[in-house]
């Protein structure tokens, strides 16, 4: 069993969609033949209003706890969609949804089959009793057809195609699952007796991350636990193997306002049970660490940092001796290929050669801080270096230039691990 997990935090996306490659290169090819990308047909205003109408009626019918409703804006000539969609039902109405939601953003947002039909682009907002101060927000594109002068959801992947992902939502995989622990929400599919001893991790990890992060945060967390690896990649809209070795992942519903309403934890169940029982506690307590620490966190904040803080406070209080820890590094120390640098974002990239490296590296970054100026002072380097960066917050809080800070730490790693 491993000792050493593996955890991460999902920072947001970039401004830019990810699938607007999509876009320019339909664009591009269009150019170069001659030819032109198949347009989204155009729809009436009529047509918008019916499809808000069907949008209400799924809301209402989801915060009512009422199925024949429910069923009744799905097509019922689309027998294999009706099926998942009353499974669907059926894991809603067991959240405690404080509400829930759809907002049309446009029609005609990708080709549809014939007539009859309108490509829906539509924006799912949600939120769970006592865990979520803002809903979480989704993207959801939704094919609708007219029939008997109805109109129904047919689909929420016909736009896949055209590059039109709908995100994927826990009560997509399968039968849900929901456990309440004193401190948290576990979701996912499976038995609720596996799902109970999340809920007992997580329980355990707030008073730890209450005892390094003084900050105000919900002492409270949402884990979601799919089924499977494929579960967790669709969960990420992202390919299986990105985070085949990542035991446990960080999202949140991020504002402007620097808040997070809605932070999730998001564990690969094949990955999590090769852990001992130890590396399972390190790992829900690091991406709690996360949760805590979110609305500190800036792309200022410098991934050394941010994961080494994490980490820092996953061992607290373990006992764990640092060559325990940090095996890899040590190996490299031992063998004469010390690290000459603090850990680059890059090094944190899931298929980066060296990550265990990273991880313990930075680790090793804050415990030093920590032994040396204080655990307070370590909080306080936190937070400044989510406002103005690395280089100023080590200035301002330590009084030493990166470089300076380096050869300190370079020389703790060694004094560690040797």
């Not at 059926?90 to 490509?119: D, H, I, K």
């Not at 094919?143 to 016909?158: C, D, E, N, P």
């Not at 967790?232 to 992202?238: E, N, S």
Request: charged share 15%; glycine share 10%; net charge positive.
């Amino acid at each position: 069993m491993n000792l050493r997990p593996r955890a991460r935090l999902r920072r947001p996306p970039a401004a830019v969609p990810a699938r607007t490659a999509w876009t320019v290169w339909t664009a591009a090819l269009a150019l170069l033949t001659g030819c032109s990308a198949p347009a989204p047909a155009a729809h009436p205003r009529s047509d918008d209003a019916a499809v808000r109408a069907v949008l209400a009626a799924r809301s209402h019918a989801v915060l009512a706890h009422d199925r024949t409703a429910f069923l009744a804006t799905v097509d019922p000539a689309a027998t294999a969609f009706r099926t998942a969609q009353a499974q669907v039902f059926t894991g809603l109405e067991r959240l405690p949804l404080s509400s829930f939601g759809y907002r049309l953003r446009s029609t005609g947002a990708f080709p549809v089959a014939g007539p009859g039909q309108v490509a829906a682009d539509t924006e799912l907002s949600y939120g769970l009793r006592g865990y979520d101060t803002a809903p979480v927000t989704a993207r959801a594109y939704l094919t609708l057809r007219r029939s008997g002068g109805h109109w129904y959801v047919t689909s929420q992947t016909g736009g896949q195609a055209a590059g039109r992902h709908t995100d994927v939502q826990p009560w997509d995989l399968g039968t849900l699952t929901l456990v309440t622990g004193a401190r948290s929400l576990v979701l996912g599919q499976g038995g609720a007796a596996a799902l109970r001893g999340y809920a007992g991790l997580a329980d355990r990890a707030v008073p730890v991350v209450d005892s390094v992060w003084p900050g105000a945060w919900a002492h409270r967390a949402i884990v979601e636990v799919p089924g499977t690896e494929a579960g967790l990649a669709a969960l990420l809209d992202a390919p299986p193997a990105a985070y085949q070795d990542i035991a446990a992942v960080t999202t949140a519903e991020l504002r402007g306002t620097g808040s997070a309403p809605a932070d999730r934890v998001i564990v690969n169940p094949q990955a999590f049970a090769g852990l001992s029982a130890l590396g399972r506690r390190v790992v829900l307590t690091h991406e709690l660490t996360h949760v805590a620490t979110r609305t500190a966190t800036t792309s200022r904040t410098p991934l050394w940092l941010s994961e080494g803080f994490a980490d820092y406070a996953g061992w607290t209080g373990t006992g764990t001796a640092a060559a325990r820890i940090a095996p890899e590094l040590r190996h490299d120390v031992t063998t004469g290929h010390a690290p000459e640098l603090l850990p680059s974002d890059a090094d944190f990239a899931s298929t980066a050669a060296g990550l265990p490296q990273a991880y313990e590296g930075a680790w090793l970054a804050c415990r030093l801080v920590a032994a040396r100026w204080g655990q307070p002072k370590l909080v306080a380097l936190y937070r400044a270096a989510g406002r103005s960066g690395p280089t100023a917050a080590l200035h301002d809080e330590l009084g030493l230039s990166v470089q300076q800070f380096t050869d300190q730490w370079r020389a703790y790693v060694k004094e560690q691990l040797t």
